[in-house]
């Protein structure tokens, strides 16, 4: 058994125990790939991680910054309370008709505002909004412009809001300097700006799994 294969084992197993077999996320998953959107969603122990992440934090507004096919809005979107609320920007219309079917499927329609654009555009339309400070950011987009999407998540979020930055690893491509590739860049600058900045304090933590060889930042907003 290869390494990876040995990931994928573990992950069953973690699955099988600790997120066990939900229809409306499987429905969400299948119809996802019949409308051949890209197979990077999150895996089931990753979502799962995202909804207790916003359950312990008590968050009742949520910004998430890639939608796909809503695989991860849907476990964000059950850690609200009734009267909660998740923004959540998708750059591809069809992939946001998609989405927007498995959220309403769900039950979460209510709760699940589905914007479509590109977010650079979408993130200042919703500045000028002024909606109350987003409790939790979940940043899982274009990656080169992940510097930019952590700017925007410290201007609407407060102190002690939690910011999430996924695959920052890059199969651990992050680690080189020398990449001219977009990807990695923005993930370094994004990281970089983390650890100088004033008002963030984070840390990024390796993982691996049905995604290989990955990772996540989290960070919290200071005062």
Known sequence: MSESQ????????????????????????????????????????????????????????????GTLGGYSTIWLARALPADGRLVTLEYSPRHAEVASRNIARAGLDKLVDVRVGAALESLPR??????????????????????????????????????IVDNVVRGGRVADADSTAPDVQGTRTA??????HPRLDGTAIQTVGGKGYDGFALVRVLA
């Open 6 to 65: 040995l990931w994928d084992v573990v992950d069953d197993y973690f699955t099988t125990h600790l997120a066990p077999d939900d229809e409306v996320l499987d429905a969400a998953l299948r119809d996802s790939e019949a409308a051949e959107l890209p197979q990077i969603a999150v895996t089931a122990p990753q979502g799962k991680l995202l909804q207790l992440l916003a359950q312990i934090h008590g968050a009742r507004t949520i910004l998430e910054i």
């Open 126 to 163: 919703l500045a000028d909004e002024n909606p109350a400070p987003f409790d939790l950011v979940f940043i899982d987009a274009d990656k080169g412009n992940n510097p930019h999407y952590v700017e925007w998540a410290l201007r609407l979020t407060r102190e002690g809001s939690l910011i």
């Open 191 to 196: 990281l970089e700006l983390i650890g100088k």
